[in-house]
């Protein structure tokens, strides 16, 4: 029940192409899914998060779309860049009396050039 | 300038061994998280303290042992080191420990540990 599933492990996608990663959950205690972008040798970075009474959030070439009662939630990216190659994780948080975030298994994108 | 500090950036060392990672944090925050990720780049949180008081204690061995001597430090000191310790260990901070709108973490670039 505290699982994020996510789906595809890997993913290539040609330059100015569409990536989509998704995620799948049962807990619907999560409150807050945010995802984040990780490069070789860095930790994660927050890259766009998204509240449940929220269906859609764009951030400039990256858009979640939030579905409550399918409990699955979808980053895009769109005109995917050499530079977005990266590995993303999708997340899910609710308060247990502190922050806890359960992350999904990570997605693995390469974008070519 | 760096919100989130780890050190060291690679350990490498044998089974049985006690070592221990520090974390720092120059953002003010009020509570800090370690996280494990293993090879497959699964994360998983271990711990989280909010103002040098444990909030969060996954199920991890007691040979690890999270230390908050203030609100801007979280170390973790390993005793016993096994070979399936090996992974990176990421710090993180938050603002608050709920998980409110907007709130996020901030990673550090993680320990890489390598137990032989």
């Known amino acids: 029940q505290q699982q994020v599933k996510q789906s595809p492990q890997s993913l290539i996608v040609q330059k100015g192409g569409i990536s989509i990663i998704n995620c799948a959950y049962e807990n619907t205690a999560f409150d807050y899914f945010p995802w984040y972008q990780q490069f070789p040798g860095k930790g994660p970075a927050l890259l766009i998060a998204?509240?449940?009474?929220?269906s859609e959030k764009k951030e400039g070439r990256f858009t979640i779309s939030f579905n409550k009662s399918a409990k699955q939630f979808s980053l895009h990216i769109m005109d995917s860049q050499p530079g977005d190659s990266a590995t993303y994780f999708c997340?899910?948080?609710?308060?247990?009396?502190?922050?806890?975030?359960?992350f999904g298994a990570g997605t693995r994108l390469f974008v070519k050039a | 300038d760096t919100a989130v500090s780890q050190t060291p950036k690679y350990l490498v060392t044998q089974m049985g061994n006690d070592k221990s990672i520090k974390c720092e944090q120059n953002l003010g925050h009020d509570t800090m998280y370690w996280y494990k990720q293993d090879s497959k780049k699964f994360l998983k949180i271990m711990f989280s303290?909010?103002?040098?008081?444990?909030?969060i204690n996954e199920t991890v061995p007691n040979r690890f042992s999270p230390k908050s001597p203030d609100k801007a430090h979280l170390n973790l000191h390993i005793n016993s080191l096994e070979l399936g310790d090996s992974a990176v260990y990421f710090c993180?901070?938050?603002?608050?420990?709920?998980?409110?709108?907007?709130?996020?973490?901030?990673f550090g670039p993680g320990t890489r540990l390598l137990v032989l």
């Open positions: 993180a901070s938050s603002q608050d420990r709920l998980a409110q709108w907007g709130e996020t973490q901030y």
């Open positions: 998204i509240r449940p009474d929220v």
């Open positions: 997340a899910a948080t609710w308060d247990t009396g502190g922050f806890k975030t359960i």
């Open positions: 303290y909010n103002n040098k008081e444990l909030i």
